[in-house]
């Protein structure tokens, strides 16, 4: 069976999972950057009263409203929502996840039950996770250069 084969057969569900972030349409893009900087996570997931995952306020937005000189504290996260939504679902293949990821270049990545409700939140990482456990012997880290990196001196 192919790399394409499994990541067709196996499910969402099998990667590892963070805790969103989640906040209200409403929520301050101040009180969303702390709950970021606190739980160390690159966004924040706006979600309906049942939910459902309707926005993502990320880094890039950040930036977006510190480009334009606007208060983190006077402004709601839905102002400055990323086009960058992407929520699957845990039953899904896990190549969704693998496309959005490569193809698209989607860091953040929602999944939800199968009744649309937010469960966790994958991407990136949950990839780089799944394939160094998944394909050890495939999955190779090498430093640049020609030192091996026992040899080499850190900050040299």
Not at 67 to 86: E, Q
Not at 121 to 140: N, S
Request: with cysteine.
């Amino acid at each position: 069976m192919g790399f394409r084969d499994e990541l067709d057969q196996d499910t969402v569900g099998n990667l590892p999972l963070r805790d969103a972030i989640v906040v209200q349409h409403d929520t301050t893009a101040l009180d969303a950057v702390k709950l970021m900087r606190e739980k160390s996570l690159g966004c924040a997931v706006i979600v309906d009263p049942g939910g459902t995952p309707t926005g993502l306020f990320s880094e890039q937005s950040l930036v977006d409203m510190l480009a334009r000189d606007l208060s983190l504290a006077d402004h709601p996260v839905s102002d400055f929502t990323d086009a960058g939504l992407m929520v699957v679902r845990s039953s899904d293949p896990l190549s969704r996840v693998w496309d959005a990821v490569e193809r698209e270049g989607l860091r953040f990545v929602f999944v939800t039950d199968d009744e649309g409700r937010l469960i966790g939140v994958t991407g990136q990482r949950g990839i780089a996770e799944y394939l160094a456990e998944r394909f050890p012997q495939q999955v190779l880290v090498q430093r640049l250069g020609n030192t091996p990196w026992m040899q080499q001196r850190e900050g040299a």
